[in-house]
């Protein structure tokens, strides 16, 4: 093998009968086409240049340029696939990052997971926004339970939405006392309702063995509470709010009732008719 070595002092230079390149030390098994020790620098002036470097077994690129910005080019169309630039911004298909921030896309960017966390918490899987689709599309967060998911407006900071880890929702509030689902700070519109109950619905006051209270025990109960029998009062409604739900199961079930009241009330008439004819 044809082998042309330069020593100077303590430094080798060697090129091969191949083409491989060696500097800085000798070591006949290096396959690199190049292989320099340390480190390799290209400078077209003091302002210009660039430098691969290899110190505490970290490889480290250097560049300089007056606009402080290192480009990626396709050199077959002249795409700028690539830009990095100062403070640390990085931007791809892309050469505006005027703004704050520091990753600059344009056009869309592919993941099967995101995740937004703050630095102090990288090493840890607390504190963190995540995006991921395993089964189906999630939205993932982890923070202090007393802490909420929260949808803000940037122009005004009002928060319409919040998710609490509880599972609890709040529609202009961050008020969740109680065991509700659902908390709605203001009116609530909608085409329809449905509200299915787990308890039975009143047809039960039709039973033969319901127990239809006489009217003037009706009378006295009114007289005693200030308000229907199994109807909540008006304190209980200030206090707890009204349960919709529940509200209109026990409204139906007075309905029904007062159409039993009804009904025997024709039947006397009904009666008092016969004996007046008689």
Same mark, same amino acid.
């Given at each position: ?135 189906? &599309? ?6 202090? &339970? ?32 109680? &065991? ?99």
């Amino acid at each position: 093998m044809l082998l042309l070595e330069i020593l100077l002092i303590r430094t080798r230079f060697s090129v091969d009968q191949r083409g491989k390149i060696q500097a800085g030390f000798s070591n006949a098994s290096i396959t690199e086409q190049l292989a320099v020790s340390n480190n390799l620098a290209l400078y077209a002036s003091a302002t210009r240049g660039m430098k691969l470097d290899i110190t505490n077994n970290r490889a480290r690129f250097f560049w300089r340029s007056p606009q402080r910005v290192l480009e990626f080019i396709n050199e077959d169309d002249g795409t700028v696939a690539l830009r990095v630039g100062d403070a640390g911004k990085v931007m791809v298909n892309t050469g505006s990052f005027d703004s704050n921030h520091k990753f600059h896309v344009e056009g869309g960017a592919l993941s099967d997971r995101n995740r937004v966390q703050p630095e102090a918490d990288w090493d840890s899987d607390e504190n963190y926004l995540g995006m991921y689709f395993s089964d189906n &599309p999630e939205i993932i967060w982890d923070s202090d &339970p007393t802490d909420y998911f929260e949808f803000k407006a940037a122009d005004t900071g009002e928060v319409p939405l919040r998710l609490s880890s509880a599972g609890k929702v709040g529609i202009n509030t961050d008020c969740f006392t109680g &065991p509700h689902s659902l908390y709605i700070e203001g009116s609530a519109i909608a085409e329809e309702i449905f509200v299915q109950l787990k308890s039975a619905w009143c047809d039960y006051v039709f039973a033969d063995d319901y127990y239809l209270r006489p009217l003037a025990e009706v009378e006295d109960y009114i007289k005693e509470n200030g308000h229907l029998p199994n109807i909540p009062s008006a304190a209980e409604i200030e206090e707890t709010g009204i349960p919709l739900g529940e509200m209109e199961r026990l409204l139906t079930e007075k309905v029904e009732e007062l159409t039993l009241y009804v009904i025997e009330l024709r039947k006397e008439i009904d009666t008092l008719k016969e004996e007046i004819k008689d």
